[in-house]
């Protein structure tokens, strides 16, 4: 009997670990060629992504580069079965200057594109954005402080009928009004939907142009949601600290 009994118990660990084998196989399969979950740590991208989003970001809207693979190896250079994401997508990529960092913001210029900023209104290829008055953002203060806020809100529509919301803290801030930036071949422009309160391509020397290499994937869905400074471990304040409203919100 002791021996059938130990033969039964190996039978089942070795069973168990195949399971869990298995599992990390599928797991490692999916975050590398579909899906792979991020969280948005800063308001660059209010109000249209918050400080406490959870989403799921597709691996295969682009192709894939060697920074769709875990620890990304460089294995190879370029994109397979490339497709260039589109303006107005929201993209999470590699940053240029430190190709360790995920940064995630809104394709703005494509390559040959000119961008540029003339007090606080965005131009593509000399032509101003149209851009609608909306309600003022009240909410967490997408400007730097730990406070609510009420800030200047609008509508943004791009060429390609792309609409969005933006943010404005302040009447010409620092990059309200820049010079005009061309888009290289086979690079892209990011922008924060938070205009004054975002790091992206207007600041050639953090971001500068992003090249199609470095984009990860596409924004989909948020899958998760927790109040800023709240922690998504600490279950028991779900109640009142997850944003219930945004879970499984699609990304625009």
């Known amino acids: 009997m002791s021996v059938t009994s130990g033969t039964k118990t190996e039978s089942g660990l070795g069973e168990t670990i195949r399971v869990v084998i298995h599992a990390l196989l599928i797991a490692l399969v999916i975050r590398t060629f579909l899906f792979q979950p991020f969280n948005i740590p800063s308001g660059s991208m209010k109000a249209t992504l918050l400080v406490g989003d959870y989403l799921f970001v597709s691996k295969y809207s682009y192709g894939y580069s060697h920074y769709s693979i875990p620890l990304s ?83 943004e529509t791009l060429p390609n009928g792309v609409t969005y919301e933006s943010l404005d803290c302040v009447d010409n801030g620092f990059y309200d009004n820049t010079n005009v ?11 924060g939907d938070n205009r004054d309160n975002s790091t992206d ?52």
């Open 181 to 191: 930036y061309t888009v290289p071949a086979g690079h892209f422009f990011m922008m």
């Open 201 to 252: 391509s207007r600041v050639l020397s953090a971001v500068g142009y992003v090249p199609f290499e470095n984009i990860v994937g596409r924004a989909q869905m948020i899958f998760f949601s927790i109040a800023e400074g709240e922690h998504a471990w600490m279950f028991w304040r779900w109640p009142t600290a997850v944003r219930w409203n945004r879970i499984f919100s699609i990304v625009r």
């Open 73 to 155: 190896p460089p294995l190879f250079s370029g994109r397979i079965f490339g497709s260039e994401p589109a303006r107005g997508d929201i993209v999470v990529f590699r940053l240029p200057k430190d190709d360790t960092t995920d940064y995630i913001k809104r394709v703005i210029g494509l390559p040959g594109d000119r961008i540029q900023m003339k007090e606080g209104l965005l131009h593509i290829n000399d032509v101003p954005v149209k851009r609608e008055r909306l309600s003022d953002f009240i909410g967490e203060d997408p400007c730097g402080s730990d406070a609510t806020a009420r800030v200047k809100r609008w509508k």
